[in-house]
C-alpha cells in the first residue's frame, strides 16, 4: 500500500479526520488569495517556523509531538486562515484546531519510514479530490458491490422492458373465418300411391 493509499484509508474510516483534513486542504491555494502553494509548500512553511521541532518529530519514526491551533494560525497568518475558515464555514480558531489536529497525522501516516515523498504536491491534489466528495472514494468492498449491483438491476430492467416493447409490437394473428355451415338436402318428396287395381267386370 502507498502512502497515499494509506493515509485514504484512514479517511475512510474516520468522518472526524476527514472535516480535520479538509481544513489542511482548504489552506492550500493560490497565495494571492491568501493560499499555500501546495502540500509540500505548507510542509516546507512549518519547517521553517517555531512548530519546526514538532514538525520533525511528525516525520521521525517517533511519537508525534502535539502543535496548538494558536501555533497553526500563527505559522500560517491570518489571509491564510481566513481562506480555511470561510471555504469550511467555520471560524479561524476552528480553522486551526482542526489543522493542529490533522497535520500530525497526515504528515506522520506520509512518511512511515521517516522521510517524506518527494511528489507531496500531487499526493495533496488526489487528497483533495478525496476530500471533495462526501461519501469519501468508494475504499472497501461494500460501496463496490452497491454499484456493481446497481448495475446490474438496470441492466436487467432494460431488458425487461425491451422485451415488453418487443412483443407488444407484434400483430396479433387474425382470427380464422369459420367455415360456412353445409346446406342440408332437401326433403324428398313422399311416393304417389300407387292405383287400386282394376276389377274385372262380371261376366252377364
Same mark, same amino acid.
Given at each position: 500500500?502507498?502512502?497515499?493509499?494509506?493515509?485514504?484509508?484512514?479517511?475512510?474510516?474516520?468522518?472526524?479526520?476527514?472535516?480535520?483534513?479538509?481544513?489542511?486542504?482548504?489552506?492550500?491555494?493560490?497565495?494571492?488569495?491568501?493560499?499555500?502553494?501546495?502540500?509540500?509548500?505548507?510542509?516546507?512553511?512549518?519547517?521553517?517556523?517555531?512548530?519546526?521541532?514538532?514538525?520533525?518529530?511528525?516525520?521521525?519514526?517517533?511519537?508525534?509531538?502535539?502543535?496548538?491551533?494558536?501555533?497553526?494560525?500563527?505559522?500560517?497568518?491570518?489571509?491564510?486562515?481566513?481562506?480555511?475558515?470561510?471555504?469550511?464555514?467555520?471560524?479561524?480558531?476552528?480553522?486551526?484546531?482542526?489543522?493542529?489536529?490533522?497535520?500530525?497525522?497526515?504528515?506522520?501516516?506520509?512518511?512511515?519510514?521517516?522521510?517524506?515523498?518527494?511528489?507531496?504536491?500531487?499526493?495533496?491534489?488526489?487528497?483533495?479530490?478525496?476530500?471533495?466528495?462526501?461519501?469519501?472514494?468508494?475504499?472497501?468492498?461494500?460501496?463496490?458491490?452497491?454499484?456493481?449491483?446497481?448495475? /446490474?438491476? %438496470?441492466?436487467? &430492467? #432494460?431488458?425487461? $422492458?425491451?422485451?415488453?416493447? +418487443?412483443? =407488444? !409490437? *407484434?400483430?396479433?394473428?387474425?382470427?380464422?373465418?369459420?367455415?360456412?355451415?353445409?346446406?342440408? /338436402?332437401? %326433403?324428398?318428396? &313422399? #311416393?304417389?300411391? $300407387?292405383?287400386?287395381?282394376? +276389377?274385372? =267386370? !262380371? *261376366?252377364?
Amino acid at each position: 500500500m502507498s502512502v497515499l493509499d494509506s493515509v485514504k484509508a484512514m479517511l475512510a474510516k474516520d468522518g472526524e479526520a476527514r472535516k480535520n483534513a479538509a481544513a489542511v486542504m482548504a489552506v492550500i491555494g493560490d497565495k494571492a488569495k491568501g493560499g499555500v502553494q501546495g502540500l509540500g509548500g505548507l510542509v516546507d512553511r512549518l519547517k521553517q517556523s517555531e512548530i519546526a521541532d514538532q514538525v520533525s518529530s511528525w516525520v521521525s519514526t517517533n511519537a508525534n509531538k502535539v502543535v496548538s491551533s494558536e501555533q497553526i494560525q500563527n505559522v500560517l497568518g491570518p489571509e491564510a486562515m481566513k481562506r480555511a475558515a470561510d471555504k469550511l464555514g467555520v471560524s479561524a480558531k476552528e480553522a486551526g484546531d482542526r489543522m493542529a489536529k490533522a497535520l500530525p497525522v497526515i504528515v506522520d501516516n506520509l512518511s512511515p519510514t521517516g522521510r517524506l515523498p518527494e511528489n507531496l504536491n500531487n499526493i495533496g491534489s488526489e487528497l483533495g479530490k478525496v476530500l471533495k466528495d462526501p461519501k469519501g472514494k468508494a475504499i472497501g468492498a461494500v460501496a463496490a458491490v452497491g454499484v456493481v449491483g446497481a448495475a /446490474a438491476g %438496470a441492466v436487467l &430492467a #432494460a431488458r425487461a $422492458k425491451a422485451k415488453k416493447a +418487443k412483443s =407488444a !409490437a *407484434k400483430p396479433k394473428a387474425a382470427a380464422k373465418p369459420k367455415a360456412a355451415a353445409k346446406p342440408k /338436402a332437401a %326433403a324428398k318428396p &313422399a #311416393a304417389k300411391p $300407387k292405383p287400386a287395381p282394376k +276389377k274385372p =267386370a !262380371a *261376366k252377364k
